[in-house]
């Protein structure tokens, strides 16, 4: 994992590097050879890996650290179990945060009142459960808000 980071930060500044530095000047050319020295034990690395994945899966018992891997691999599971528990208990946090934070909002300014309040204390507009309201002209039902009838196409005011 530290290779990752470490591996990531010097792509990061090897790429900084060669669009800084001159080519030609010595430290120009040694940033350029480390970088080309980087990229290449990282792809030599990868292929290792994909490798030692192939010949593992051609005969997984074969292998002295079978039991050790077998371990390994159900504690990644039992550790990813965990990570998804803790993330449906933050994202279960953030949505009675926001339920919360959304109780006593002024659905027309915005403005957040104290729960004890019926009206917005920024804009006057009743709280609580919008009213229902009709068409003024053919009396077909409207969501809050509604500057036209969606039935008949008048306006309402």
């Known amino acids: 994992m530290t290779n990752d980071i470490f591996g990531g930060l010097g792509d990061l500044f090897g790429g900084f590097a060669k669009s800084v530095l001159p080519k030609d000047s010595p430290e120009g050319q040694?940033?350029?050879?480390?970088?080309?020295?980087?990229?290449?034990?990282?792809?030599?690395?990868d292929l290792l890996v994909e490798i030692g994945r192939e010949a593992y899966e051609q005969n997984p018992s074969a292998w002295a650290q079978d039991t050790k891997l077998t371990?390994?691999?159900q504690n990644l599971e039992a550790a990813k179990a965990a990570l998804d528990t803790v993330k449906q208990t933050q994202?279960?946090?953030?949505?009675?945060?926001?339920?919360?934070?959304a109780k006593g909002r002024c659905s027309k300014c915005g403005n957040k009142n104290p729960e004890s309040v019926k009206f917005c204390q920024g804009c006057g507009t009743p709280l609580g459960e919008p009213p229902k309201s009709t068409c003024t002209t053919c009396g077909a039902d409207l969501g809050p808000g509604i500057r036209f009838c969606g039935e008949c196409g008048a306006r309402q005011d």
């Open 91 to 101: 994202e279960q946090a953030q949505a009675a945060q926001a339920e919360e934070d």
């Open 71 to 73: 371990l390994i691999q």
């Open 30 to 45: 040694l940033m350029a050879a480390a970088s080309d020295v980087a990229d290449l034990q990282k792809q030599e690395a």
